[in-house]
């Protein structure tokens, strides 16, 4: 295979599997796209989670053009789950840049790679050497959501009292945004050249209303419960994603409708954990299940009534729209990218941030009436985020900048000679 004639992608990842993040799914699916078209080889880096055996492999059509280059890392000190580069990654990490001789370089999730893990933006340097273009994608509001955190609530201050936030980017020839909000975002915390692009999506083939069976909850659901209304969390279990506030909720409902179920599906560190299973405990039907994965995932979905949200932090919503292609009403929050396209009444229900009684009533509204146009208007509406179209916004962009830079294969070729 003539890689010459390809151009070569670097993609600088915190967020690849065994991690089962939204982030770590949408890079892998990604990575995936970029090598099928001809045009593209795709290198990732990744985490090696302490070399954990449980990590994905190029499918064998694709040998050569997907490589996945695996770096020393430790877990995260604000976020233990999320792996980072170790400080000695940075000079692997550069090493392997020079073998493949990469035409663009996109790092995600910035702070990463720099706040406690390696102290520097790891392909930097390569990039300015080679006159390559170096971009950022903003993964994660990282900034806003610390402050749902103990002990790192001050770090949304000292992003904007020291800038820290707008040094690191400056040093990226451009930032991409999947949503407006993540810009506006991006832009308050003086983050210089920034461009949305609707890039993110999902493969929502696995997802479907067909899927409804009540004997997938039942694994969870006691004998009591088989008549429940069922409200369903999905999704990885931070602060910042405040079951907290729908676990709240859900008392205040259960006083009044009994008949109600609380399934919490999904895992994170221990102190978030367990500090949502001592709120639960007081509250009967709420089912912890730990993280669900492929088909289970996409049965136990489209088989609760509804689903909840409360996160005011998401700079996409994955699970959202997974759950608007199986067919089950959406109740979340009119924050973030999530309320540029959930519109309350039409394809969700949206309810204010941040609010345990606005919370309550928006659920207690959603079971109490007929969704079917709704449902409907959702799953058509889901469509929009395949993963083709957001790869495919990606690549256009990509191009757009190679374009820029079409005489940068052949400078970097000069320069090495």
Not at 226 to 244: H, M, P, S, T, Y
Request: with cysteine.
């Amino acid at each position: 295979m003539d890689f010459s004639k390809m151009y070569t992608l670097a993609f600088l990842v915190t967020g690849f599997p065994p991690d089962v993040s939204g982030v770590s799914h949408f890079n892998w699916e990604r990575a995936l796209w970029f090598a099928r078209q001809e045009m593209y080889r795709v290198v990732v880096f990744a985490p090696d989670w302490q070399n954990a055996p449980d990590t994905p492999l190029a499918p064998l059509n694709l040998k050569g053009k997907l490589i996945i280059e695996r770096y020393p890392s430790k877990p995260w000190l604000p976020y233990k789950l999320t792996h980072v580069p170790k400080f000695s990654a940075a000079q692997e990490i550069r090493k392997k840049l020079a073998y493949y001789q990469p035409d663009l370089i996109i790092i995600t999730d910035v702070e990463r790679f720099f706040l406690l893990s390696t102290w520097q933006l790891p392909g930097r340097r390569y990039a300015r050497k080679y006159h390559i273009p170096y971009i950022a994608e903003y993964h994660t509001d990282l900034y806003n959501f610390s402050a749902a955190y103990p002990r790192w609530q001050w770090l949304r201050n000292a992003a904007r009292s020291s800038q820290l936030a707008s040094y690191l980017y400056r040093q990226i020839d451009t930032t991409v945004c999947a949503s407006t909000s993540a810009s506006k975002s991006c832009q308050e915390l003086g983050i210089p050249k920034v461009n949305t692009i609707p890039f993110l999506g999902i493969d929502i083939s696995t997802y479907s209303p067909s899927r409804r069976n009540r004997k997938w909850l039942e694994p969870w659901l006691s004998a009591k419960e088989k008549d429940n209304k069922v409200l369903l969390f999905l999704g990885r279990l931070g602060f910042e994603k405040r079951a907290d506030l729908l676990i709240e909720a859900f008392a205040k409902l259960k006083r009044q409708c009994p008949n109600y179920s609380l399934i919490i599906a999904g895992d994170g560190p221990d102190n978030v954990v367990n500090q949502l299973k001592r709120l639960a405990q007081q509250v009967p039907d709420i089912h912890f299940t730990g993280f669900l994965l492929g088909e289970t995932k996409a049965n136990v979905l489209a088989s609760c009534d509804v689903f909840c949200s409360p996160s005011p932090y998401e700079t996409f919503g994955r699970t959202i729209v997974e759950a608007m292609a199986s067919g089950i009403p959406v109740v979340t929050v009119n924050s973030g990218a999530v309320s540029e396209y959930i519109f309350d009444g039409v394809n969700g229900y949206l309810v204010p941030a941040n609010d345990v009684e606005g919370l309550a009533n928006g659920i207690h509204r959603v079971l109490s009436m007929n969704n079917t146009e709704v449902i409907q208007h959702a799953s058509r509406d889901a469509k929009q985020f395949s993963l083709d179209q957001g790869c495919q916004n990606l690549s256009n962009y990509y191009q757009k900048l190679l374009g820029v830079s079409k005489d940068y294969k052949n400078l970097k070729s000069l320069s090495r000679m």
